[in-house]
């Protein structure tokens, strides 16, 4: 069993783990920025080591500094948390050779499904369907307007390494096509060293579920339920609940088939998820892997009562699973809205110092993931999400109903804050209905 561990990212993931660890009895290092010099999150941890600038490329994207930190505190291995690097092959094989477990698939894999094109072949070849599109990257305009007009206007451009939203550029004619590659490829170069492209037809309104899988070193594969991801803006999920409204028992059962035929191919050990779309005519298509710990990973905790960060210790100290599928029982429904640094009108950042900040009653079922307190500074360097506010009930309107409470008693004094637009969605009668997909907030919300 992993004895003492680094968790390489900040915020409120940070304690999300920590909790995690300290019922194992897993000793815990905090790493920090300038920025974050002080910030609630260090203190939770047994240790704090400061690891460089502000700049995240300088602190929590400098593998170097990581790796340092992790063997001057004795610590075993390394957890990434979400974002940053944690879906890094060149992090995950570097935190391996240094001779330190790394918390996620083995880095081989991640290096390997960390290319879209990749996962979708291998979805293709377990019999899974995947959004119709390509297969293989494109690098010429004239690829890219051959495809659009033989399949019809518009199409998506995604990067094959791309992730959290970045890099997805809308194609709308064969005249686009030249300046769309460019920018797309120019984001992928920047923001992950790779400018290849593959294309997706446009799927109208769909909704976006994916499904939150656990295997082991020895094979074994067990989902947790999928979750319902559709209310986004600019591909950035915003509301997450579990389960979907629309998934029927039927395509339950062939969801986590196709899950776990995937996953097997890959040989994926640790946590993860897949992600797909539904259309409007009930189709199904595997779109990609996540391969890490999700923002959204406490609705699946509380609908099936494992909690997903002990299981990803556990699997990281090679111990196989304790359950099978039928082991997994899917109870209730749950409900998780994030809560961000942002102006509710506008969207932008809002940065700051929180003045006060007052917390809803918690229990069993209504959860605050956070890493806030009175006098902390919000900083404008990273993601600017505050915190995750999960509700659970037997029913999904319940769910509903506890969650707008408990956002409703959530103050937060100094910044502005998204929860106002959490309110507007969550009370809408659309949502309510459960008749929601990805164009919902462009639809209902303007």
Not at 281 to 309: K, W
């Amino acid at each position: 069993m992993i004895q003492k561990l680094l968790i390489a990212n900040r915020g409120e993931i940070v304690p999300r783990i920590i909790r995690s660890c300290r019922e194992l009895g897993i000793a815990t290092v905090a790493v920090f920025s300038e920025a974050d010099r002080g910030a609630p999150f260090t203190a939770e941890a047994d240790e704090a080591v400061l690891i460089g600038p502000a700049n995240p490329v300088e602190s929590y994207l400098n593998m170097e500094a990581i790796v340092a930190a992790a063997i001057e505190s004795g610590a075993q291995a390394i957890h990434p948390g979400y974002g940053f690097l944690s879906e890094r092959g060149a992090f995950a094989k570097q935190v391996a050779d240094a001779g330190l477990i790394w918390v996620g698939p083995p880095p081989e894999v991640l290096a390997a499904i960390s290319s879209k094109c990749y996962t979708r072949r291998l979805a293709v070849e377990v019999g899974a369907e995947v959004t119709p599109g390509t297969l293989e990257p494109v690098n010429t305009p004239e690829e890219v307007a051959a495809f659009g007009n033989e399949h019809g206007w518009p199409i998506f451009l995604k990067l094959d390494k791309g992730g959290g939203g970045k890099g997805i550029e809308m194609v709308e004619s064969a005249e686009m096509a030249a300046e769309v590659l460019q920018r797309a490829q120019s984001i992928g170069e920047m923001a992950f060293g790779s400018p290849e492209c593959y294309i997706e037809t446009v799927v109208q309104n769909p909704r976006h579920i994916e499904v939150q899988f656990l295997a082991d070193g020895e094979g074994n594969v067990v989902c947790l339920g999928e979750r319902e991801c559709s209310v986004q803006r600019r591909h950035q999920k915003i509301i997450e609940e579990a389960l979907s409204p629309v998934v029927t028992p039927e395509d339950r059962v062939k969801l986590f088939a196709n899950t776990q035929a995937i996953v097997k191919k890959m040989g994926y050990v640790g946590a993860g998820t897949l992600e797909g779309l539904r259309s409007t005519d009930g189709d199904y298509y595997f779109m990609e892997v996540n391969a890490r710990l999700q923002v959204e990973h406490p609705v699946s905790e509380f609908l099936s009562g494992v909690d997903i960060v002990r299981q990803q210790l556990l699997i990281a100290s090679g111990e196989s699973l304790a359950m099978s599928q039928d082991d997994v029982e899917l109870k209730g429904h749950a409900i998780e809205a994030r809560v961000y640094a942002e102006d509710p009108e506008t969207f932008f950042p809002s940065p700051g110092t929180i003045e006060r900040v007052v917390f809803p009653e918690t229990g069993e079922h209504l959860r605050v993931d956070h890493a806030i307190a009175d006098g902390c500074v919000v900083p404008p360097y990273y993601d600017p999400m505050l915190a995750k506010v999960i509700a659970w009930d037997e029913e999904r309107s319940g769910a509903i109903v506890r969650l707008v409470q408990g956002l409703k008693d959530f103050q937060i004094e100094g910044v502005k804050t998204t929860i106002p637009v959490d309110l507007k969605i969550l009370e809408h009668p659309q949502f309510a209905s459960g008749e929601v997909d990805t164009s919902f907030i462009e639809t209902y919300l303007g």
